[in-house]
T-cell receptor
């Protein structure tokens, strides 16, 4: 059982480039979310989804897009990367509405 | 050893001592709380949770206490071991209807000295 899988683990981008962080879970969880983690700021919610076809904004959504075409996948897109988006990104999923979150190993993104 | 306040980011304890990590939450409507442990280079891992209709919950070597009157949450780790060294985050669920919408505190770095 792989749990929550994120790719890539590391990525360096130049300002203005676009990319997609992939997230997949094999636990049949309805709820998925993306967080970013910056030093001294804990984890902040970017976007989340309560099921296939449904997404909503979190605390810091600007500069990011998401989609949820299947239960398993929840990709995070950066359309035009900025240095302020340098961070570690975590994808998480949960079975219930307020249940335990299962996290991926993280994707470290650097924007030059 | 005990951490106090929101802005004390580190706690150092001796192996075998008990550790207490504190967390203040802001939303009196929050009804679900979780403690996560994050080791270096890894994603957060669930430790223990508690719902707002409870004051205390115990797990293996860990206890979570909830004081709704002062909006305070604590994690107690008994007989702290070197493997407990990590950053510990408290998280609160502010919106039951949204799902996966936990709000995290800033974290406390626990260091266990042998």
């Amino acid at each position: 059982n792989a749990g929550v899988t994120q790719t890539p683990k590391f990525q360096v981008l130049k300002t203005g480039q676009s990319m997609t962080l992939q997230c997949a879970q094999d636990m049949n969880h309805e709820y998925m979310s993306w967080y970013r983690q910056d030093p001294g700021m804990g984890l902040r919610l970017i976007h989340y989804s309560v099921g296939a076809g449904i997404t909503d904004q979190g605390e810091v959504p600007n500069g990011y897009n998401v989609s949820r075409s299947t239960t398993e996948d929840f990709p995070l897109r950066l359309l035009s990367a900025a240095p302020s988006q340098t961070s570690v990104y975590f994808c998480a999923s949960s079975l219930g509405r307020a249940g335990e979150l299962f996290f991926g190993e993280g994707s470290r993104l650097t924007v030059l | 050893g005990e951490s106090v306040g929101l802005h004390l980011p580190t706690l150092s304890v001796q192996e075998g001592d008990n550790s207490i990590i504190n967390c203040a939450y802001s939303n009196s409507a929050s009804d679900y709380f979780i403690w996560y442990k994050q080791e270096s280079g890894k994603g957060p891992q669930f430790i223990i949770d508690i719902r707002s209709n409870m004051d205390k919950r115990q797990g293996q070597r860990v206890t979570v206490l909830l004081n709704k009157t002062v909006k305070h949450l604590s994690l107690q780790i008994a007989a702290t071991q070197p493997g407990d060294s990590a950053v510990y985050f408290c998280a609160e669920n502010r919106d039951e209807t949204s799902g996966s919408r936990l709000t995290f505190g800033e974290g406390t770095q626990l260091t266990v000295n042998p």
